[in-house]
Every structure is written in C-alpha cells, then in structure tokens.
C-alpha cells in the first residue's frame, strides 16, 4: 500500500503533484541520475505509443499496451523512481493524443481543482449529463475513452454505484419505514437515481455530506423537496463533531478512503460508528492494490490514489472499534478492483 505524509483532512484539495511533494522520504541529492534512470525506462514505452498513434494504428490496442507496461513500471520502480517517471510522462508529447480521451483529460485538468471529483465519476458511470463530452470529443478521443472508461477499475468503480444502492435498499428492508441513510464524500449520489427504496418513499432521510459545493448543489438539483439532504461539509468537520446530525440505520463512505491515509481512516471510522443506530450498519469502500490501471492513472490521469488489499481493510477496521461491538467482514467486488469492508453494530 502506498502512503503518503499529508493528511488529507478534509480541508486540502486533492492534486497529484501535492502526493508527490509530499512522500515520506525527503528528496534525495541524486536528482539528474534518478530523472536519467527514469527517461531510459519511460521514453521506449512512451515512443513506441506515440509512434503507433502517428502510423494510426487501433487506439485500443495501443493505450492497452502502453496502460500495461505502466503498471509494471511503476510496480517494479521505487517511490522516488516512480515520481520522477511521472513527472516525464506529464511533459511528454503523446499527450496530444492521449489529452483527447474526455476521461483522461478531466482528469489532469481538474475542473474542480482536484482529484477524483464526482464529475470525473459521472464520466466513466456514462452518466447522461456527461453526453456532451463524447459528442463533442475527437474520433481518436472516443476510441480512447472506449479503452479508459471500460478498464476493470472502471467497470469496478460502476459496481460500486450498484452496490451502494443495494445495500441502501437493504438496509431499509432491514429497518421498515422511515429508514434514515447517512452518505459520506457523496459526490452527486448517483446511487439515489437507481436504488428503488427512495422513490418508494421509504427513507425518511438521507444525508448526503461532501466537501465540494458544486457537488452539493448538482444533489439540491436532483432531488429537490425529497427526503434528500445535501451538506456542505467535510470530514475534518466530523472529526471536529461540527455537525450535528443524529443516529442513522446506514452510513457510507465511498470514493473517499482512497485519498485517505491510514490514521485518518482509522479516527474517521471512529467517529463515523457514532453515528449508527443499534443494528445500524456501515460501509466502505477502497480500489483495491489488484487494479492494473495505476500506472496510467498516476501520469496521464494525475489521480493518485492510496490502495488498499483486505488485510490493509483489516487492519483499519481492527484499529478502529471493539470487535466485541460489532460483526465485521471484509469483501471484494466481482473483478476485485475495490474491496469492502462491512461493520454492524450488534443491536
Ligand atoms: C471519488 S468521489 C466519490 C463520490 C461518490 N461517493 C461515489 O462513490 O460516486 C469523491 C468525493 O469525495 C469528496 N471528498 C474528498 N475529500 C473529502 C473530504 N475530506 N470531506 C468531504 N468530502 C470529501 C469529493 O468532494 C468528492 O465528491
């Protein structure tokens, strides 16, 4: 599992060169050798693309590759090797091709000025609000986004929204009428728009908490009058207990561990089983270190993101609560690119 020195507390905004400044070992004076090191490994794997690009060959097959021999770079680099490949790839000049991809380029422009947004989200969830992109997009640029938006981490990142609202149904099966949900980083809750027991009109409330005003206003939009409750707010006003907001039968964090190191997971799992109600149950969710999409997340992409495998799930849940208080398992997604972790609190 990688990790990185700042906390991501709720209050920085998330960039991939704010995770590289800020790696647990400090700067080395070997500054040229590391960059020649890393250009003879990068620039082969980066021309080959760039050169298959120019001669037109399949997009597919060509981001396949290149995505393929990224990750084994980056598997078989050391942190301070893997920064400095990052680095190059970022100023290389396949970007041309490779910026034409809607996904990619959200990504590493960042229009919310951070990583991992919900509209990056509802990109590869092809949400229809995202429509415009693709139709105003390149011919090579869709051929690429059909590779990016497909990859298993993708298709993960989609099960996880069907997943979500699953266990929201389930757990207002569990508790009957007026079951009261709590969605912590939930971004646009897109979960809301498929999951069957809020249109019928079984959830007394959801709280949907996120840090990103423009995502707190798409929720407003979506589901105005309901039982829908949009707030502005982020996890370092949990840990503060800025909010107050009562015992819930669900909380959930999704999308958010992933920019979280292990000390804060651990105090905001902490603070987060407070909110449950007895019998109450909470979810979250972690890509998992299986994805092979990482190497080209980090350069081209600039998304950064901590993985986790289960025994790292476990170990967050075990530092957190009395396991005499609460049933637990640990559980991955169908591709295993995101594993779960379940706790309930024993009624
Ligand atoms: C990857 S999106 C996940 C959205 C949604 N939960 C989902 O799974 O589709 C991450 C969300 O976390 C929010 N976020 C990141 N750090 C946060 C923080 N410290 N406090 C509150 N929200 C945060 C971002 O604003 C963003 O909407």
Redesign the pocket.
């Known amino acids: 599992m990688s990790e990185t020195a700042v906390d ?4 920085s905004l ?1 960039t991939g060169s704010l995770v590289r400044s800020s790696r647990l070992s400090p700067p080395s004076d070997d500054e040229p050798s590391r960059f020649e090191i890393a250009s003879s490994q990068l620039f082969p794997i980066l021309s080959a693309a760039e050169r298959a690009f120019m001669d037109g060959l399949e997009p597919n097959g060509i981001v396949e590759r290149l995505a393929a021999r990224l990750h084994t770079l980056r598997r078989s680099s050391s942190q301070a090797l893997w920064d400095a490949v990052v680095e190059l790839a970022q100023r290389h000049s396949i970007r041309r091709f490779l910026m034409q991809d809607p996904l990619t380029h959200w990504s590493a422009t960042k229009p ?1 000025g ?1 990583s ?3 509209g ?2 509802d990109i590869y ?1 092809k949400h229809p609000s995202m429509d415009h992109l693709l139709a105003d997009c390149t011919p090579l640029g869709r051929a690429i986004y059909d590779y990016t938006s497909e990859v298993p981490a993708c298709e993960a ?1 989609r099960e ?2 069907r997943i ?1 609202a699953r266990t929201v149904d389930e757990a207002v099966e569990r508790t009957g009428e007026g079951a009261q949900i709590f ?9 809301a728009e498929i999951c069957g027991s809020l249109p019928a009109g079984r959830i007394a409330r959801w709280v949907a ?4 005003s423009v ?1 707190v206003e798409v929720m407003a939009g979506a589901h105005p009058g309901s039982v829908v409750q949009p707030l502005n ?6 840990l503060r207990r800025s909010y107050d907001l009562g015992t819930f039968d669900l909380v959930y ?4 561990y ?2 979280l190191q292990d000390k804060t997971a651990v105090k905001l799992l902490q603070r987060l089983v407070e909110f449950l109600k007895p019998g109450g149950t909470l979810l979250f ?1 972690n890509f998992s270190d299986e994805i092979v999409s990482d190497g080209y997340m980090e350069t081209f992409m600039d998304w950064p993101l901590i993985l986790r495998s289960e025994a790292d799930m476990w170990r967050i849940v075990n530092a957190s609560v009395d396991r005499n208080l609460f049933e637990a398992s640990v559980w991955y997604g169908a591709n295993r690119n995101i594993v779960y972790a379940t706790l309930r609190r024993h009624g």
């Open positions: 991501f507390d709720g209050q998330i919310r951070y991992g947004d919900a990056l989200l969830y990142g996880r929204c979500l969605a912590v980083a939930a971004g646009h809750l897109r979960e908490l996120d840090q990103d995502s707010g982020s996890v370092l006003g949990l964090a999704s999308g958010l992933d920019y969710a």
